[in-house]
């Protein structure tokens, strides 16, 4: 890990946030099926999630989310634009546009 | 280059026999490259180490190995900036290539996959055309100037994440030459590098870490070539 540089880091916090929201999905697609058990099983659910743990995973999954998405356009930048010198900067700038996504949704939740 | 009184470090190399590192003793000496302690040893200590060098000025490539985790030119690396403040030297063969013995590895599969990346120089078929005219300012030629001073080492080779999990991956090398080559006005087989380099294990399975631009000891930037291949390839675009 000593000699693991920037690049590298963003590759693998892309795809461990990437394994990470498709964990989550089949969960969050079980959570919407509850509706379709009538509403006190959904409100029963709802209630559960607005437990402070259930909000802050809430928070780590919109930071995910957006991490997966910057990371992802950085990536398209990489692949269909010309090089760039400055990746370092580039991968600063996704990783702060994606915290600051996470902490307005900290923010308003 | 004068010993400094008695002061020794420990090299620890690896030995493929046994299959794992032996711990040396060497005099400490001031500037002293890595390639002079592994000669050191090889020609005081023991006779049986083997390991490759020829130059030992940065010209050749022969002499790659992984020093302290880091696949380095021993010649041109001194022992203090591989292992500063007196730790131990570790010394390995470069990582992706199959070991021969101790240090030195088989580069045959490196210049195999240059090779099927059609890293060469391909006349075109018609005959008696003038000579192609390559202005030193146009993108394209400046662009094969970025990667053309590569010697084939084969440290970025080492380097590679994608090298490492995927046998079929062509490598920065090889596409880094394969990039000098698309950008050759000159070269008569555009169309079949680009199929080639396409393919699979070729510039699409670059992952973009950049441990290969990170690690060159030219400086140069192979992850920047693989992605003017994948433009290339996908979209045509040229520089």
Not at chain 2, 28 to 43: E, Y
Request: proline share 6%.
């Amino acid at each position: 890990m000593r000699h693991w540089r920037l690049p590298r880091w963003a590759a693998l916090v892309h795809r461990l946030s990437g394994v990470a929201l498709a964990v989550f999905l089949p969960l969050h697609f079980w959570a919407l099926g509850q509706a379709l058990h009538g509403t006190k099983t959904l409100d029963a659910f709802l209630a559960w999630a607005r437990h402070p743990l259930v909000k802050a995973t809430e928070v780590a999954l919109v930071l995910a989310l957006a991490v997966h998405l910057t990371g992802g356009l950085r990536l398209l930048a990489v692949e269909f634009l010309a090089w760039q010198e400055d990746q370092a900067r580039r991968i600063a700038w996704a990783g702060a546009a994606a915290l600051a996504v996470a902490i307005l949704f900290a923010l308003s939740a | 280059m004068s010993a400094d009184a008695g002061e020794t470090l420990t090299a620890r190399i690896w030995r493929s026999g046994p299959g794992r590192f032996q711990d040396f003793r060497v005099p400490r000496r001031a500037n002293q490259t890595v390639l002079d302690v592994v000669t050191w040893i090889q020609r005081r200590l023991d006779p049986t180490l083997g390991y490759r060098f020829a130059c030992r000025v940065g010209m050749c490539g022969s002499c790659a190995m992984t020093v302290n985790g880091v696949p380095r030119w021993t010649c041109r690396t001194r022992v203090e900036r591989a292992a500063p403040g007196g730790e131990a030297l570790e010394i390995a063969p470069l990582r992706n290539l199959p070991p021969i013995k101790d240090l030195a590895v088989d580069m045959t599969p490196l210049f195999e996959r240059w090779q099927k990346a059609l890293g060469r120089f391909v006349p075109p078929v018609e005959q008696g055309n003038d000579f192609v005219v390559v202005p030193p300012a146009t993108p394209a030629r400046r662009a094969a100037d970025a990667g053309i001073e590569c010697i084939g080492c084969g440290v970025c080779h080492a380097a590679c994440d994608l090298a490492a999990a995927d046998v079929e991956y062509l490598g920065p090398a090889a596409l880094n030459r394969a990039w000098t080559l698309v950008n050759d006005a000159r070269d008569g087989a555009q169309l079949a590098r680009i199929a080639a380099v396409a393919a699979a294990g070729g510039a699409f399975a670059c992952h973009s870490h950049q441990n290969c631009q990170a690690h060159c000891p030219k400086g140069l930037n192979p992850t920047a070539a693989i992605s003017g291949l994948k433009r290339m390839a996908a979209l045509g675009s040229r520089p």
